[in-house]
């Protein structure tokens, strides 16, 4: 078996943030094998799909990194909608709404791919991925390859098992409502059109929400109270339309970013007395000064 593989590869350009060093040993599998031999060979590997929610440092990453991009294939079976876990989120939404089927609209603006979104739950518009989800082939150490029902997957806000056991998504299987092509096509654009409104576009370097909702509360509305949009450090700042967000706008570093996710985090943290649990991931362990920023933003140091 011959699977793709580079060492010190330049991640960079493939971020959302258009932020990150080189990765140590990075991996592509094609197939549910592949991904499954790397685990193995690389049982402590960070599996990621479209990295867009992940902050990989500009001094590297000494691990490995599973890229899954090329286990992109979708299958189409009645009201029955399976992916495998590097498939983008806005091609299975396209790919379901050409079909004439309706639950996975809210994906159009996503920028992950499957893998991430069901092992995070991630949700928009009201809609989740637990909402029409029927079961995922899952991998562990312990387990090996493994069925996980929706019930089993325990999901919740920004969560699922997969998180608490280490659990990687392989694939997943949907199962969707029949609906006229136009009637989600128009769902679908509605969704866009909100996120457009409340979201910074990918044309602006961003990874998504940068802090989890506190129980009970909304990190953006916080943020917002704190005053932080505009907020610079470097070649980054808090975008001016949503609190929760940073924008790389000139060029900024990963050592940028976490500086201002700490005075973002900080002025909820001294107006409120609540502290903000970051929702991205962070890469790293090179640098000294980021290190430090990790234990304090992270509580515990990330690999």
Known sequence: MVINFEENFEIKKLTSFKIGGSIARAYFPESEDDFVAVLKQEPDAVVLGNISNVLISDSGYSGAVVLTSKMNKIEINGTRVSAQCGVKGQKLAQEAARAGLAGLEFMIGFPGAVGGEVYMNASANGQAISDNFLKARCYSRERGVFELTKEEMHFGYRT????????????????????????????????????????????????????????????????????????????????????????????????????????????????????????????????????????????????
């Open 160 to 303: 699922s098992v997969c998180q608490e056991k280490g659990i990687k998504v392989l694939s997943a299987e949907f199962e969707l409502e029949p609906m006229d092509a136009e009637k989600v096509n128009a769902r679908m654009q509605s969704c866009l059109e909100f996120r457009r409104s409340h979201q910074p576009l990918l044309s602006l370097p961003n990874c998504g929400s940068i802090f989890k909702n506190p129980p009970g509360n909304s990190a953006g509305k916080l943020l917002d109270e704190c005053g932080v949009k505009g907020l610079k450090q470097g070649g980054v700042e808090v975008w001016e339309n949503h609190a929760n967000f940073i924008v790389n706008s000139n060029g900024g570093s990963s050592l940028d970013v976490l500086e201002l996710m700490l005075k973002m985090r900080d002025a909820v943290k001294e107006k409120f007395g609540i502290n903000l649990e970051p929702e991205i991931i962070f890469l790293g362990g090179n640098n000294k000064r980021e290190d430090e920023l990790c234990k304090m933003l992270y509580q515990k140091m990330q690999k």
